[in-house]
């Protein structure tokens, strides 16, 4: 019983591994593989796409659609600086400004 237990478990993953991987292959996703591909719960899907804070298609004015190569970018939109990148751009600043 063990070892069926154990093989159904490796089997659900390998299903999980597949459907990762075809999502991977769409350029157009719906509304449920959005919000498994951005890890976020369809409630707060739904408020970034009501709140046009998201990009989104509605042909027929009731089911969503992404872009997946959008969602990308709007993923990487807030990108923050590392200490390192934040003390150069402050000398840079510093020596363009003595120069004036």
Known sequence: ????????????????????????????INFNEACKYLDVSPSHLYKLTSTKHIPHFCPQGKKLYFRREELDTWLQRNRQPTAEESEASASDLLIRSKRK
Do not use: F, P, R, V
């Open 1 to 28: 019983m063990n070892t069926e237990n154990l093989i159904l478990d490796k089997l659900t993953e390998i299903a999980n591994k597949l459907d990762e991987q075809n999502l991977l292959q769409k350029t157009t």
